[in-house]
């Protein structure tokens, strides 16, 4: 008999882990890692690049809130002017987080969902967002993972990416939650300051961890 079409697959368990971090702080890399090792992992930045981008979901709202000096050339947002606006503001960027964060959510959810329904769909759903801590949404995850480093080392990754000017470096920094604030709700912690050969042994160490965790929080 043919096995059901994917739509029609009972969700499978899983575990949602958060993975979060300053900015430059690596969490990108390991994501990465992450990936490689099995899990699923979802990028809530490039989802917020999607409802940016021409023809983008928050493209409008942002446009009304924030006026059409913020449209590039092709018609969509432009991350950088408009980053240098809201970080130097708090009330600017609350606005901005509230434009943004829902939808972030929404899809989030909808693809967590597709996936649990897919044939072959592992155990381990890690979703990476700086802003997981200061929105309060670490408490809906199993397990939150929390990449650090020193800020001189994230400034300094700064400067090598380039676009960012040391002082707006050092207000994309501040404007998110201090380390210590992210560490204290921590279940586990990468910090990506050594060698890459050292964060990707520790990300190892963290991914079993999580699958045991998996197999504590459904076993039957």
Known sequence: MEPPPPDRLAPRPILRAGLTGGIASGKTTVAGFLAELGALVLDADRIVHEMLAPGGAAVEEIVGRFGSGFLDSAGGIDRRALGARVFADDGLRRVLNEIVHPGVRREIDRRI?????????????????????????????????????????QLDRLAQRGGLTPSEAEARIDAQAPLADKLAVADYVIDTGTSLSRTR????????ALLRDFERLHRT
């Open 113 to 153: 969902e597709d996936y649990r329904r897919a044939p072959g769909a592992g155990p381990i759903v890690v979703v990476e967002a700086a802003l997981v801590v200061e929105t309060g949404r670490h408490r809906e995850f199993d397990r939150l993972v929390v990449v650090r480093c020193a800020r001189e080392t």
């Open 201 to 208: 042994r520790r990300t190892e160490t963290v991914y079993r």
